[in-house]
């Protein structure tokens, strides 16, 4: 089992940046993938990005490339989102996930392939 603890978000204004955190712990070495999704109420579920454990090789959705970061911390079993930029349209509840069977471009933007959630953090963006 991988246990994953997201921090970080908030209430902020267009325009401005957040950052996220997610901690994960337990059967980390298992571990191969780690994603980023965000969901509003009444819609699906959204990727937003995700990196390769081992290599640190990133993907991002369209909406939010050159916006947004993430990066990886090995040695601390930490992966972080830098949000820039952010706009109204980024509000929503952002999940951590965690997937240990992800080896092509496609399953990376598709949520059933991660295998562990956190709780998730809400993001605000004001207009």
């Known amino acids: 089992q991988v246990q994953l603890v997201e921090s970080g978000g908030g209430l902020v204004q267009a325009g401005g940046s957040l950052r996220l955190s997610c901690a994960a712990s337990?059967?980390?070495?298992?571990?191969?993938?780690m994603g980023w999704f965000r969901q509003v109420p009444g819609k699906e579920r959204e990727f937003v990005a995700a990196?390769?454990?081992?290599?640190?090789?990133?993907l991002y959705a369209d909406s939010v490339k050159g916006r947004f970061t993430v990066s990886r911390d090995n040695a601390n079993n930490t992966v972080t989102l830098r949000m820039n930029t952010l706009k109204p349209e980024d509000t929503a509840v952002y999940y951590c996930?965690?997937?240990?069977?992800?080896?092509?471009?496609?399953?990376?933007?598709?949520?059933?392939?991660?295998?562990?959630w956190g709780q998730g953090t809400q993001v605000t963006v004001s207009s």
């Open positions: 996930a965690a997937a240990s069977q992800i080896y092509s471009r496609e399953a990376y933007y598709d949520g059933r392939r991660y295998d562990y």
């Open positions: 337990g059967r980390t070495f298992s571990i191969n993938v």
């Open positions: 990196i390769r454990w081992s290599v640190g090789s990133t």
